[in-house]
């Protein structure tokens, strides 16, 4: 018989495809999260789980689903599950590392780029019909060239933001919990340094740190403080790395030049004060979102799931030692 899975909002073909040939599928086609009390439900009977990060799967949902096996996460974060929880009772939890990395540091480019170059205030200009002649000093941003690039959690896709940086000639500093080793640093030409170093040198301060209990607001009044005038923030990685309300003082008040987020504190809200602001470029969560590396992150969770329902290791657990016991 073929195990019962829950599918928690509507996914790429090609992955439910996967997941339609090998188990029973309950998929949630809404774009909203399940409520609680619904996923409770609707786990019950389930043996395997594919869900967004927009899914709190907490101690609560999962003590109500006695026969999960598996909690698949389409995202390579996966601070919306309780993995202590999920470890206690057993349960695998899985996440999508590597097939987004590419895409999500092109993501990251792309919001430093548009931020420096003022692209988002220059479209609302010409869109408003105010493109009348061309001047010398319209929309005058900040050059990205020769520039000294901080990144702020040195993993696969602070890595591959810093090789992207190449290409820039620009200078590139880094700050993680472990320093890499030094052929990796060698390889990047980036130079490890401590927080403060970092935000003091950079022009562009990207950040790319899980949220943990130890990374929330890694970014708050002091950080924004010590940054240069002219220098921006980008953040792809988690919200909560930055106390808004702090980077809205900042911005106004012109302790730094601009910011470029696709990530919110307390998503999908936004701080009203970022809306107000011209030198922030805001994105709605959407650094992985390319079609292709979607179906990949898709595929990957549903192989995760299924490869622990028929018993085999899936790829990337994010608490192994439950495959151990
Ligand atoms: C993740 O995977 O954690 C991103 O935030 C969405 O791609």
Not at 42 to 67: N, Q, Y
Not at 101 to 110: G, I, L, P, S
Not at 147 to 162: H, M, S
Not at 214 to 242: C, F, S, W
Request: glycine residues 6%; neutral net charge.
């Amino acid at each position: 018989m073929k195990p019962a899975i829950l599918i928690s909002r509507t996914i790429p073909d090609g992955a439910l495809a996967l997941a339609r040939q090998r188990a029973t599928v309950d998929l949630h086609p809404g774009p909203e999260p399940l409520p609680k009390a619904e996923l409770m439900a609707r786990l019950k009977d389930k043996a395997g789980l594919v869900c967004l990060l927009t899914d709190r799967v907490d101690a609560e949902v999962l003590a109500a689903a006695p026969r999960l096996r598996v909690a698949a996460n389409v995202a390579v974060g996966y601070d919306n599950i309780d993995v202590a929880a999920a470890t206690a009772r057993g349960i695998v939890v899985t996440n999508t590392p590597e097939v987004l990395t590419e895409t999500t540091a092109d993501f990251a480019w792309t919001l430093l780029t548009a931020v420096a170059r003022r692209l988002v205030e220059a479209d609302r200009y010409l869109r408003a019909g105010k493109f009348t002649q061309w001047e010398l000093m319209l929309f005058l941003g900040g050059d990205i060239h020769g520039k000294t690039l901080g990144i702020i959690g040195f993993g696969r896709i602070g890595r591959t933001v810093a090789r992207r940086a190449r290409g820039f000639s620009m200078r590139v500093l880094y700050h993680d919990a472990v320093r890499a080793d030094p052929a990796t640093e060698r390889e990047l030409g980036a130079a490890f340094v401590d927080k403060m170093t970092l935000l003091r040198e950079s022009d562009f301060v990207s950040l790319h740190a899980p949220l943990l209990p130890t990374t929330r607001h890694l970014i708050d009044r002091a950080e924004l403080q010590a940054m240069k005038r002219t220098a921006y923030l980008v953040n792809t990685a988690r919200g909560p790395l930055v106390n808004e309300a702090a980077l809205v003082e900042a911005l106004r008040e012109g302790w730094i030049a601009g910011a470029a987020l696709d990530v919110y504190e307390d998503e999908p809200r936004v701080h009203p004060g970022l809306l107000e602001l011209n030198n922030v470029v805001l994105a709605p969560h959407i650094a992985s979102a390319s079609a292709e590396t979607r179906l990949k992150m898709a595929t990957m969770a549903v192989e995760n799931c299924l490869a622990v329902l028929e018993g085999d290791p899936p790829k990337t657990p994010v608490n192994p030692e439950v495959l151990r016991r």
